[in-house]
């Protein structure tokens, strides 16, 4: 029966996409901003609508959903997960978008031809994060402290994507376009929507087949950090795999249609730093403080509200700076509470880290990685917690100094005793000035 339930939804999105490229696209042409608006609402329908089948298969069991089959869980809770789970995986698919956007950029693909790679691109994405949704289902219920890894793995990725402004993609130093250069050939220039080509004779490559090269490898780099992030809502597999397949299947109408404006949401990418270490702060109190999938989706669905508005008013402010003491005030209040939310959620993520190496102090645990992790959270807004990061580091510095002096004093000290001992054996061997040994004599 799970087998008939799995096999009956990828043979839906399978027949999807056939029903895309190979019916309603088949004729290469610019998508345009209403046609793309058009498909991405039809994509969110689609999910909505499946997110309702999903609440009536779970509440009244359809072919042992809910019982025996997919997981324990009742039409209600379902519904919510997987709603949530679409949410987040929707949101981090936003980042996506520009680094695809400088990708096509960089190798100047036509229009025409960026739906396609898209359509393939996103085909490999599936079976990819089908593969890391299996392997992540099958380490959470073995170990269960694995949980705890991925929470630090999206801390340690929101940090690092507040740090980074702006992502720096450069094609020619990726490892798969390296491997397929020196494997093959590569044309000179597009050959329509062609991936493959033959150059005298012998089989080669076309731009548009590296342009999937590097579009398949940073896929994979975003999957390694959302695909832990749906795993603090749920750890049920049909879950989670379906709510990720419905947000990518989205995403190529949704680069067309936000592509050229997604820059304009200048606190977007903010608020996706905050959405991830929300998300790692959930996992990590899994199993002590567990937080409901309701207040989850209202706390990650505020953030991403605050830093849609706050562009929005930026963006208009930007445009009109004498727009009236009204807009000044409004854009004052919605910058105040954006600082306030980001200290709020800096002050919860930081201490909730702190309070889980302060924990580990005593449990067996990586106490002194999880504690300066706190401390580095609560730095980036908070005064007394840089003060105190330096002077960790300093106390640490010095400790390293002190422990090198020593170990090199003790290991002049061993080569001094060691030369002194020697010197010893050399003297008794030696002759005295009458010639004789200095050693005594057998009786």
Same mark, same amino acid.
């Given at each position: 029966?799970?087998?008939?339930?799995?096999?009956?939804?990828?043979? *839906?999105?399978?027949?999807?996409?056939?029903?895309? !490229?190979?019916? +309603?696209?088949?004729?290469?042409?610019?998508?345009?901003?209403?046609?793309?608006?058009?498909?991405?609402?039809?994509?969110?329908?689609?999910?909505?609508?499946?997110?309702?089948?999903?609440?009536? &298969?779970?509440?009244?069991?359809?072919?042992?959903?809910?019982?025996?089959?997919?997981?324990?869980?009742?039409?209600?809770?379902?519904? +919510?997960?997987?709603?949530?789970?679409?949410?987040?995986e929707k949101s981090l698919s936003l980042d996506n978008i520009f680094v695809i956007a400088v990708i096509f950029a960089y190798f100047g693909v036509p229009g025409e031809y960026q739906h396609r790679v898209l359509y393939w691109g996103i085909l490999g994405a599936l079976v990819m994060r089908g593969a890391m949704i299996g392997a992540g289902t099958a380490l959470i219920h073995a170990l269960t402290w694995i949980t705890y890894v991925f929470g630090a793995m999206l801390i340690v990725t929101a940090i690092r994507m507040y740090f980074s402004k702006d992502k720096h993609v450069d094609p020619d130093r990726n490892p798969f376009?390296?491997?397929?250069?020196?494997?093959? /050939?590569?044309?000179? @220039?597009?050959?329509?929507?062609? $991936?493959?080509?033959?150059?005298?004779?012998?089989?080669?490559?076309?731009?548009? $087949?590296?342009?999937?090269?590097?579009?398949?490898? #940073?896929?994979?780099?975003?999957?390694?950090?959302?695909? =832990?992030?749906?795993?603090?809502? #749920?750890?049920?597999? *049909?879950?989670?795999? #379906?709510?990720?397949?419905?947000?990518?299947?989205?995403?190529?109408?949704?680069? $067309?249609?936000?592509?050229?404006?997604?820059?304009?949401f200048r606190y977007l990418r903010t608020s996706l730093v905050f959405v991830l270490g929300f998300v790692g702060v959930k996992m990590l109190l899994a199993h002590y403080y567990p937080i409901p999938t309701g207040v989850s989706l209202a706390v990650i669905a505020g953030m991403l509200a605050i830093g849609i508005t706050a562009s929005i008013v930026a963006n208009r402010r930007a445009r009109d700076p004498e727009n009236g003491n009204l807009g000044a005030d409004v854009q004052r209040v919605v910058q105040a509470?954006?600082?306030?939310?980001?200290?709020?959620?800096?002050?919860?993520?930081?201490?909730?880290?702190?309070?889980?190496? &302060?924990?580990?102090?005593?449990? =067996?645990? /990586?106490?002194?990685?999880?504690? =300066?992790?706190?401390?580095?959270?609560? &730095?980036?807004? *908070?005064v007394w917690a840089r003060r105190l990061l330096r002077r960790i580091k300093s106390e640490?510095?010095? !400790?390293?100094?002190?422990?090198?002096?020593?170990?090199?004093? @003790?290991?002049?000290?061993?080569?001094?005793?060691?030369?002194?001992f020697s010197k010893r054996s050399k003297d008794k061997d030696l002759p005295d000035s009458t010639g004789s040994s200095t050693q005594p004599s057998p009786p």
């Open positions: 029966m799970t087998f008939l339930i799995w096999a009956a939804f990828i043979a *839906f999105i399978l027949a999807m996409l056939a029903l895309d !490229l190979g019916v +309603l696209q088949r004729r290469d042409h610019v998508i345009g901003i209403r046609e793309s608006l058009i498909w991405t609402g039809i994509w969110v329908a689609l999910s909505l609508l499946f997110n309702a089948g999903v609440y009536f &298969a779970y509440e009244h069991h359809w072919l042992g959903i809910g019982t025996t089959v997919a997981g324990h869980l009742s039409g209600s809770d379902a519904a +919510l997960k997987f709603f949530t789970g679409y949410v987040i376009v390296r491997a397929a250069r020196s494997l093959y /050939p590569v044309s000179g @220039d597009f050959e329509g929507h062609r $991936f493959f080509t033959r150059i005298d004779g012998a089989r080669a490559i076309t731009p548009l $087949f590296l342009v999937l090269l590097v579009i398949e490898s #940073t896929d994979l780099l975003f999957a390694v950090d959302s695909i =832990p992030a749906i795993f603090a809502i #749920t750890d049920n597999a *049909f879950i989670v795999f #379906t709510s990720n397949v419905f947000a990518i299947l989205g995403l190529r109408s949704l680069y $067309f249609a936000l592509a050229g404006i997604i820059r304009k509470t954006w600082k306030q939310a980001r200290r709020i959620v800096v002050l919860v993520v930081g201490m909730t880290v702190l309070a889980v190496g &302060a924990a580990l102090l005593i449990l =067996p645990g /990586p106490a002194l990685i999880v504690l =300066p992790i706190g401390l580095a959270i609560l &730095a980036t807004e *908070f640490a510095g010095s !400790l390293a100094e002190k422990v090198g002096v020593r170990k090199s004093t @003790d290991r002049k000290s061993g080569e001094q005793g060691s030369s002194t």
